[in-house]
Every structure is written in structure tokens, then in C-alpha cells.
């Protein structure tokens, strides 16, 4: 059987002396909740004068803070307790959302699982350097038939295009009017790969994504004789 105990202090000088007697007793894991002051701050301190008593939010209200935010805040404590925090997150109530945090209370159960998905995408990113790339469908949406959305124009940009032809050119003169031209073309000299645009179409299961790229490198010879 494991128990689990509350942090019944928020006064940061208290703090040392309230983990090391928790811990002493035998605790598993000491909570900090988001009331009346910040859930993570007394669980810095608490890292720093502990070495085995697990530390965790419950919980931190989520909205308020960006994915990136939260990120850096959890992979720093995680860090200083050597692995022991535990990332405790919540929706919390429209009324709270709203009135004490100043943010838009909306569709609470997909936004949370964005929050988690945004979230693994980042630490993915810092732990075993996955390319960060986490777009959120529901950042948008179809305009009404006959209207303008409101993202303005270039807001999203694509991967960008630059490319390097060649073309080498030879002619020999024959006899009389008779001419040979040789020529050798190459496309994408440097064979450098060439993404499309990300797909814009809403309702695909991939939009957002790269599914396209442009023709690798491509070699012609021609041979042309003039009479």
C-alpha cells in the first residue's frame, strides 16, 4: 500500500522542513494543488531537499498555461528531482477559467487532449530530437459559403523552393547547311529534396501535413540535326 500526502504549506521558507518530515514518515509522494498560489514553486523546493518521495501537481490548471510553458516548467522539475515529479493536470471550471484566469473556457475535453498531445510532441522533441511538428486542426476552420475567414493572407508559409539547373550546349558543323547539336540538361543538380505545400483541405485526415515533393534529380540528353 502506497500513501500519498498534500502539501498543507505554501510559504516557501516551510517548505524544506515540511518535505524532509513527509518524507521521513514513510510517504510516497507529496501533491501540490493550484488554490490560492502557484502548484510548482513549492515543489521546486521541495526537490532540492529531498531524494526519494515523489512530487507531483493536483493539479495544475492547464488553459492558462501554453503547451510550451508547461513543458519547460515539467521537464525542469523532472530534472531536479532526478526523474521523481509527476505532471498532475486539470480543466478546472468555466468560472475559474474565465473570471480568475482571463482565458476562454471552450470544449474542455478536446483541449486537454491537445494540451497532453502538444506536450509528449515537445519532450519528444528535447529527448530524442524528433522534429517538432504539432499543428492543431482545431485552430481552424471553414469559413461560411460567400465569406473571408479571418487568417490573413501568407500567414502560413510552406518549406520553401530553391533550385539549380544546368544546361550544357555543343554544335558541330557538318556539310553545306548540315549542323549536329548535342545537348545535355540536368534538373536539380545538387538532388536536394524539394517538399510540396502542407495539404489545406480541412476535411483530410492528413492536413497540415507534407505528403508531396517535387522530381529528384533528372538527366536528358538530346541530339538534334539540322538540315
Not at 501533491?31 to 521546486?44: G, V
Request: positive net charge; aromatic residues 8%.
Amino acid at each position: 500500500m502506497k500513501l500519498d500526502v498534500a502539501m498543507l504549506t505554501h510559504d516557501l521558507t516551510q517548505i524544506p522542513d515540511y518535505a524532509r518530515k513527509v518524507e521521513a514518515l514513510g510517504y510516497d509522494c507529496l501533491w501540490s494543488a493550484e488554490t490560492q498560489h502557484d502548484p510548482f514553486l513549492p515543489l521546486a523546493v521541495a526537490a532540492t531537499c529531498t531524494s526519494r518521495i515523489k512530487l507531483g501537481t493536483s493539479i495544475a490548471v492547464a488553459f492558462p498555461r501554453s503547451p510550451m510553458v508547461l513543458a519547460h516548467i515539467s521537464w525542469d522539475l523532472a530534472k531536479a528531482s532526478g526523474g521523481r515529479f509527476i505532471l498532475g493536470l486539470g480543466s478546472q471550471v468555466k468560472g475559474h477559467n474565465e473570471r480568475r484566469f482571463s482565458v476562454k473556457w471552450d470544449a474542455p475535453a478536446p483541449r486537454m487532449r491537445e494540451v497532453v498531445q502538444a506536450l509528449r510532441a515537445i519532450w519528444s522533441c528535447w529527448q530524442n530530437g524528433t522534429p517538432l511538428n504539432f499543428l492543431n486542426p482545431r485552430a481552424f476552420a471553414q469559413p461560411d459559403l460567400g465569406t473571408f475567414g479571418d487568417l490573413p493572407r501568407n500567414a502560413v508559409e510552406g518549406p520553401g523552393l530553391w533550385n539549380l539547373d544546368a544546361s550544357l550546349v555543343r554544335g558541330f558543323a557538318l556539310r553545306g547547311m548540315h549542323r549536329l547539336e548535342l545537348r545535355v540538361e540536368a534538373f536539380n543538380v545538387l538532388n536536394h529534396v524539394r517538399l510540396g505545400n502542407p495539404v489545406t483541405n480541412l476535411n483530410s485526415p492528413t492536413f497540415g501535413q507534407i505528403q508531396t515533393a517535387l522530381d529528384p534529380r533528372v538527366l536528358q540528353l538530346a541530339v538534334k540535326y539540322v538540315f
